[in-house]
């Protein structure tokens, strides 16, 4: 009953040994016929994600961006320092499954003392052609596709 969607976070990445716990615990989600159809990227370099924010400010109108950035804007990813990138079938099959995936991460993140939240938002702007790079850079598997942050 305590956790609550978290839009500011300290600057520190959380520890890898941690993520790596919260990754775990989502993989032992429920999933039909433990098909398992997810692929996770945890990121935690600043570069990629204030890289692939510049690009999606370029895109916006000027308003819109100005009422995005204010004091102490890092990143489209409401300033987190690790992300994790859930992507199911291309097909679209599995999304279930993925959002019981996000929601053990959630629960695990939060009994440690970590505080998320789960964003669509940048998914779009993630898929587009001027984001296509940093997508690759996530190196998901062919017939995957980006589902949500």
């Not at 433990?34 to 895109?59: H, I, K, M, S, Y």
């Amino acid at each position: 009953m305590a956790r609550r969607s978290v839009r500011k976070y300290k600057p520190q990445p959380v520890p890898r040994e941690v993520m790596r716990t919260i990754v775990e615990c989502g993989i032992h989600a429920p999933n039909g016929m433990n098909a398992q159809p997810w692929e996770v990227r945890v990121v935690d370099d600043p570069e990629f994600l204030e890289g692939v924010t510049a690009l999606q400010l370029e895109e916006m109108d000027p308003e819109r961006r100005e009422a995005m950035t204010g004091e102490g804007f890092r990143n489209m990813f409401r300033n987190a320092p690790t992300v994790v990138f859930i992507a199911n079938k291309a097909d679209g099959s599995g999304q279930i499954d993925c959002g019981l995936m996000g929601g053990n991460m959630i629960l695990a993140a939060r009994s440690m003392g970590i505080g998320s939240v789960c964003l669509g938002g940048p998914v779009a702007f993630m898929r587009s052609e001027k984001a296509a790079d940093y997508l690759r850079r996530l190196g998901f598997s062919e017939g995957y596709s980006l589902l949500y942050a």
